[in-house]
């Protein structure tokens, strides 16, 4: 508590004195693409900071305000945070603009940010109907509810983007006076995106038309399989329009820009396969999207899912594995699941009429990058999924192409990761 007080009041300082500009990205699904997006189609224009990864936490929104590192378990890394915090407030280059990831694991952990976080723009990406983190509220709507006191929070002369294809997004309008702006695919929406599609064989990448105040534009996003890429690209282009940044420049931006790791990213796999590494994290409705998405892929070879126990659902937790395991039994031709929660997994598969023979119950990530390793040919595709705990970019290393360096395009491949 001591730290998180001294670096609070350290990034309040900073921002009393600065004044940034704030774009604040919330919401259950797709928030760190998302605000990654939109760094990518400010970064050349305006002098902008971006959480990293995803400090999304009370620790990582001062420490991303004052561009600082977290200390982990280093009392002596964190002093010298707090030292170094305190002249931030003086600096003459501060950022003019940051774009802040804001989550909650907890109730009331918005509501303590938003408490001195007033944002010039709020984004609210998805909600899935069990969102994550959903184990420590009382509710679904109580996750919602939390969600809504950043938008509670924003500014009135400030805007709120929206994603109109999400139900639980659209309860959130009636929170603020401010300016709406609506994304979306499947809705008539400000700016949407429409036919959306693979590119390539084996596939390279996911491109659709977007319209941007009635002027079409082709988007083009190499290295992501999709729609979840989409929707984290379209409110970088409502961001970029509010800041008078030409869509065209946006759109090539969002091409150009390093596509995140373990969030639906194309890599190649051993024996000329193709990997869809989605290892990041986990929930129901981020892994129903991935399989629906695996199941859409053309290709000459197999589908094979590797799926991961989804951590944090509660009393959830039972039906939302079997509910995937139904989905995967239409997805894939055949199914790894890793841990004893994804065993429920298997168990739904099989009462989808999936072949006993097509199932493959792994323990851990290792043991089912082994089991990979044996059976992957040529144009198989191999979609993986699962909560940070599971560890799934292990097996993902396991049959990686030679040519890839694992440390550059996998998650969690820092020392404090590696050692555990």
Aim: hydrophobic share 40%; with cysteine; net charge neutral.
């Amino acid at each position: 508590p001591l730290i998180l007080t001294a670096i609070t009041w350290e990034a309040k300082a900073a921002l009393a004195r600065h004044r940034p500009y704030i774009i604040g990205v919330t919401g259950n699904l797709g928030k760190t693409s998302t605000k990654d997006a939109i760094y990518a189609v400010m970064k050349d224009t305006y002098h902008t900071r971006r959480s990293e990864k995803s400090m999304n936490s009370e620790f990582g929104v001062p420490l991303t305000i004052l561009g600082e590192k977290s200390g982990w378990n280093n009392p002596l890394k964190w002093l010298l945070v707090i030292v170094r915090g305190f002249f931030v407030p003086f600096q003459k280059d501060y950022p003019t603009h940051l774009v802040l990831e804001i989550g909650a694991d907890r109730p009331d952990d918005i509501k303590s940010i938003a408490s001195w976080i007033k944002p010039d723009v709020v984004v609210v990406t998805q909600f899935g109907q069990v969102p994550v983190h959903i184990e420590f509220f009382p509710n679904r709507d109580a996750v919602i509810e939390e969600k809504g006191r950043l938008v509670e929070a924003l500014k009135k002369s400030g805007v709120f983007i929206y994603n109109k294809d999400d139900h639980d997004a659209i309860k959130l309008l009636g929170k603020t006076e401010a300016k709406k702006v609506s994304i979306g695919i499947h809705e008539a929406a400000d700016i949407r995106a429409e036919g959306v599609r693979f590119y390539g064989m084996p596939i390279e990448g996911t491109e659709a038309e977007v319209s941007v105040d009635g002027k079409k534009e082709r988007l083009v996003l190499p290295e992501v399989a999709g729609k979840s890429p989409v929707y984290c690209a379209l409110p970088a282009l409502a961001v970029a329009r509010e800041l008078g940044i030409p869509t065209e420049k946006a759109i090539k931006a969002l091409y150009d820009e390093p596509k995140p790791k373990g969030r639906m990213r194309l890599l190649v796999g051993m024996n000329n396969s193709t990997i869809i590494d989605d290892s990041y994290n986990a929930s129901p409705k981020a892994t129903e999207h991935g399989l629906k998405t695996l199941s859409e892929i053309e290709t000459s070879g197999r589908k094979i899912a590797v799926l991961g126990d989804m951590l944090e659902l509660g009393e959830h937790t039972h039906d939302e594995h079997y509910k995937i395991g139904k989905i995967a039994a239409k997805s894939c031709h055949r199914l790894y699941t890793v841990g004893i929660r994804s065993r429920v997994m298997a168990e739904g598969a099989l009462d989808e009429k999936m072949s006993d023979d097509a199932i493959m119950q792994c323990d851990t990530s290792l043991e089912a990058g082994k089991e990979l390793v044996q059976i992957i040919k040529e144009g198989d595709v191999i979609y993986v999924k699962g909560s940070q705990s599971m560890r799934m970019e292990r097996a993902i290393e396991m049959i990686l192409a030679k040519n890839h360096n694992p440390k550059a395009v996998l998650v969690r491949q820092e020392d404090e990761w590696l050692k555990r």
